[in-house]
């Protein structure tokens, strides 16, 4: 059965530790407030859903295709994102502390005001991300690709990065010696 676009929501729905790997495929989903904690959606593909304001702690998201999507202040601290693409999606003031994003391809995503204290984004893709006023304490970003990113006004205190790009950092005074 095909559920057409328009006609998919699970708007404040409660699917807290479902497997969800059969709803593939579903672009444009409406998830919006939805109680998603510790669900497994890993592997799954839709593009332009809309996660705002979903509770999706500790779920694992693991090589998903999210391009596009809307995130903007979901809870996903302690989630598992590796190898998930992300790449234009809206992640303005979400909550992604201790979350894992190895791999991750962020290109051209929003991550204004968003929460990235303490997560692993090793090896990730980055390039023309936006992370103004973004906080990425304590964050390990070594061997990410951070071209062209917008850092305006992120915090960085011990946060392990790039050797280039800690040296930019440090030139136009967005991190201390």
Same mark, same amino acid.
């Given at each position: 059965?095909?559920?057409?676009?328009?006609?998919?929501?699970?708007?404040?729905?409660?699917?807290?530790?479902?497997?969800?790997?059969?709803?593939?495929?579903?672009?444009?989903?409406?998830?919006?407030? &939805? !109680?998603?904690?510790? #669900? %497994?959606? /890993?592997? *799954?593909?839709? =593009?332009?859903? @809309?996660?705002?304001?979903? +509770? $999706?702690?500790?779920?694992?998201?693991?090589?998903?295709?999210?391009?596009?999507?809307?995130?903007?202040? &979901? !809870?996903?601290?302690? #989630? %598992?994102? /590796?190898? *998930?693409?992300? =790449?234009?999606? @809206?992640?303005?003031?979400? +909550? $992604?502390?201790?979350?894992?994003?190895?791999?991750?391809?962020?290109?051209?995503?929003?991550?204004?005001? &968003?929460?990235?204290?303490? #997560? %692993?984004?090793?090896?990730?893709?980055?390039?023309?991300? @936006?992370?103004?006023?973004? +906080? $990425?304490?304590?964050?390990?970003?070594?061997?990410?690709?951070?071209?062209?990113?917008?850092?305006?006004? &992120?915090?960085?205190?011990? #946060?392990?990065?790039?050797?280039?790009?800690?040296?930019?950092?440090?030139?136009?005074?967005?991190?201390?010696?």
């Amino acid at each position: 059965m095909e559920i057409p676009e328009s006609d998919f929501t699970l708007e404040e729905i409660k699917l807290s530790s479902k497997n969800l790997e059969q709803a593939e495929k579903v672009a444009g989903a409406n998830l919006t407030n &939805a !109680d998603l904690e510790g #669900a %497994d959606l /890993g592997g *799954i593909s839709i =593009s332009d859903a @809309d996660f705002s304001n979903a +509770d $999706l702690r500790s779920a694992t998201l693991r090589d998903a295709g999210l391009v596009g999507a809307d995130f903007r202040a &979901a !809870d996903l601290n302690g #989630a %598992d994102l /590796g190898e *998930i693409n992300l =790449s234009e999606a @809206d992640c303005s003031d979400v +909550d $992604l502390r201790e979350a894992n994003l190895q791999n991750a391809n962020l290109g051209s995503a929003t991550f204004e005001a &968003a929460n990235l204290s303490g #997560a %692993d984004l090793t090896d990730a893709t980055l390039i023309g991300a @936006d992370l103004r006023d973004a +906080d $990425l304490s304590g964050a390990t970003l070594t061997g990410a690709n951070m071209s062209n990113v917008n850092v305006a006004g &992120a915090i960085f205190d011990g #946060a392990e990065l790039p050797d280039d790009v800690e040296a930019q950092l440090r030139q136009a005074g967005l991190i201390d010696d």
